[in-house]
């Protein structure tokens, strides 16, 4: 008899499914000097902190690697006003610890992003304009530089496309986004053309800021900085270059304000793509917002339909694995703001707003 109900225990323990991966949102705060990690409710978006873990500097951008198990964080204010690079280790239920200490990197980065083999780290370098390689071993980022690429001031973001061929770098000042290859050895060469223009300086929508590659159609997307824009790209998989197809303004109709877009994420079907609109107005009554836009699922063709009002000056914004929850970091009102995204037509649902440790300046989920 007990034999029986030991078997039919493990039958049922066998037909159970699995318990969702917890999912968490880690959040870096330059004046905090930390990434403090929440736990996404599933059902109500809302965030509960679960830790938080210092740094030696001033905290930029953070990425993953690419099963992440580890968390890369670019740090400013380093001893003799170094800029390095800090590996955290992330434990099974997300948490992180560091892994060894910060190495130096050539110059304070704007972006960072790892290759497809987790052998590379990748930064584009705003003030120095150029774009370098770092060597990662066994996880951890090493600081050995393996390539260095000069393109021009105002590198702010350095993407791959999904087959982890092709790099792209935009910049706003020379309104281009630069193109190279990536060889397995971690060394950039500039494709042909070295890169693509943007829209032309004489819209006001134009500077390509942030870079999104759509999960399905061949395309890529941009955020805009100068006056608020999101322009598409079609992507050619052999070549690996952009040639640029539809530009849009981001701004609310009326809106008369200083604006520059920032950051741009599309949820993980490719349908809906959002773009944060920052009020560059120094006044406490700022008029932020993040625009809703609309990607056909056949051509990638672009409509924005709604705006929704946001923290301070939204520097970084992500969507949560599953896209149904979007959050917005507000780097002048030390906030982060929480959304709903609705399944029928994108648009933001407001949730709740949440303090953090200062200057939040990135953002993104994992589970």
């Known amino acids: 008899m007990n ?19 917890e999912q968490l949102l880690y959040l870096a705060s330059s004046e905090g000097k930390s990434i403090t990690g929440f736990a996404v409710h599933p059902q109500t978006g809302d965030l509960s902190k679960r830790f938080q873990v ?9 990425a ?6 580890f968390v890369y964080a670019a740090v400013n204010g380093l001893p003799d006003r170094q800029t390095g690079v800090v590996t955290l280790r992330r434990s099974a239920d997300g948490t992180l610890k560091m892994a060894g200490n910060a190495v130096p990197i050539t110059s304070r980065t704007a972006y960072i992003r790892t290759d497809r083999s987790g052998k590379f780290l990748l930064a584009a370098h705003y003030g120095d304009g150029d774009v370098t390689v770092y060597q990662i071993d066994n996880g951890q ?9 000069a393109t021009a001031r105002t590198a702010h973001c350095i993407e791959l496309d999904p087959s982890g061929k092709y790099v792209f770098v935009p910049h706003t000042a020379p309104n281009r986004v630069f193109q190279f290859t990536l060889g397995a050895d971690g060394k950039l060469t500039p494709n042909q053309p070295p890169y693509a223009s943007g829209p032309d300086a004489d819209h006001r929508y134009h500077g390509p800021r942030h870079y ?17 824009g999101i322009s598409s790209w079609k992507f050619d ?9 539809q530009t849009l303004c981001t701004l609310p109709p009326g809106y008369e304000g200083g604006s520059a877009a920032a950051d741009i994420k599309l949820t993980p079907d490719g349908r809906y793509a959002y773009v944060s609109n920052r009020d560059t107005r120094k006044s406490p009554e700022h ?6 836009i609309t990607i056909d699922p056949a051509t990638g063709a672009m409509e924005i339909v709604g705006h929704q009002a946001t923290a301070h000056f939204p520097r970084s914004i992500c969507i949560d694995v599953h896209g149904h929850y979007l959050f917005a970091a507000g780097q002048r009102d ?6 709903r995204i609705s399944a029928e037509n994108g648009k933001l649902v407001p949730l709740k707003t949440y303090p953090t440790a200062g200057g939040p300046i990135w953002v993104m989920c994992a589970e």
């Open 237 to 245: 998989s052999r070549s690996g270059t952009l040639q640029l197809q």
């Open 287 to 292: 008029a932020d917002t993040l625009a809703v």
């Open 54 to 62: 210092d740094l030696p500097g001033n905290t930029g951008p953070l």
């Open 141 to 149: 980022c090493t600081g050995k530089l393996i390539a260095q690429q």
């Open 212 to 228: 999104a590659h759509h999960p399905r159609l061949p395309m890529a997307f941009t955020s805009n900085e100068t006056g608020g």
């Open 334 to 339: 030390a906030t982060l703001h929480s959304y």
């Open 64 to 69: 993953f690697s690419p099963q992440r198990d």
């Open 3 to 21: 034999q029986l109900r030991i078997m039919i225990l493990l039958l049922a323990a066998a037909c159970t499914p699995p318990l969702a991966a």
